[in-house]
T-cell receptor, first 112, second 113 residues
Framework: KQEVTQIPAALSVPEGENLVLNCSFT??????LQWFRQDPGKGLTSLLLIQSSQREQTSGRLNASLDKSSGRSTLYIAASQPGDSATYLCAVGETSGSRLTFGEGTQLTVNP | GAGVSQSPSNKVTEKGKDVELRCDPISGHTALYWYRQSLGQGLEFLIY????????KSGLPSDRFSAERTGGSVSTLTIQRTQQEDSAVYLC???????????FGPGTRLTVT
């Protein structure tokens, strides 16, 4: 059974800092990996999708990497802003189109 | 274009009552998913529909839970004889076949009293 772990569970940083969120998964036979953002009381917003054949994806100040063989992904946020404060979730898709298995999330606070 | 929509946004029901939750996927998305997010349990998969294939129901927690998808579009999740442990946010997502990037709706917050 796939298990997804996110470290740290919570992170507080000053505005402008670069930061890295970590995600690990136990079964490397994945189809894709998706990073989401969730604001309090809201649904999930897709940030980046990495297919299993890819090593990284970039969108603006966000960069996600994938090392399938070691079962790890990182989300790098450059020049953090207070508006980046949210819970970030990592989710692994195991077979073509199948369910996502989610980590518990990292709660990020960026202080002005 | 329009995203995934869900209704109602909030539902309060008494223990033992049946509830129906609705999901409208993004137009053209043939894959549709239901998840549940509850305190202490995180986000867990419930059921997955793709086209005309038999749904993957392996995440449904009990036989009180069922879901259908009519005409390959709108989906309804039904919970019969609700229990307090069913209280959670129920999230629906949809995706295009091939890419499988899942887009989520805002969720329905269910409270069973």
């Amino acid at each position: 059974k796939q298990e997804v772990t996110q470290i740290p569970a919570a992170l507080s940083v000053p505005e402008g800092e670069n930061l890295v969120l970590n995600c690990s998964f136990t079964d490397s036979a994945i189809y894709n990996l998706q990073w989401f953002r969730q604001d309090p009381g809201k649904g999930l917003t897709s940030l980046l999708l990495i297919q299993s054949s890819q090593r990284e994806q970039t969108s603006g100040r966000l960069n996600a990497s994938l090392d399938k063989s070691s079962g790890r992904s990182t989300l790098y946020i450059a020049a953090s802003q207070p508006g980046d404060s949210a819970t970030y979730l990592c989710a692994v898709g195991e077979t073509s189109g199948s369910r996502l298995t989610f980590g518990e999330g990292t709660q990020l606070t960026v202080n002005p | 274009g329009a995203g995934v929509s869900q209704s109602p946004s909030n539902k309060v029901t008494e223990k033992g009552k049946d509830v129906e939750l609705r999901c409208d996927p993004i137009s053209g998305h043939t894959a549709l998913y239901w998840y549940r997010q509850s305190l202490g349990q995180g986000l867990e998969f419930l059921i997955y529909f793709q086209g005309n294939s038999a749904p993957d129901k392996s995440g449904l927690p009990s036989d009180r839970f069922s879901a259908e998808r009519t005409g390959g579009s709108v989906s309804t999740l039904t919970i019969q004889r609700t229990q307090q442990e069913d209280s959670a946010v129920y999230l629906c997502a949809s995706s295009l076949v091939g890419v499988y990037e899942q887009y989520f709706g805002p969720g329905t917050r269910l409270t069973v009293t």
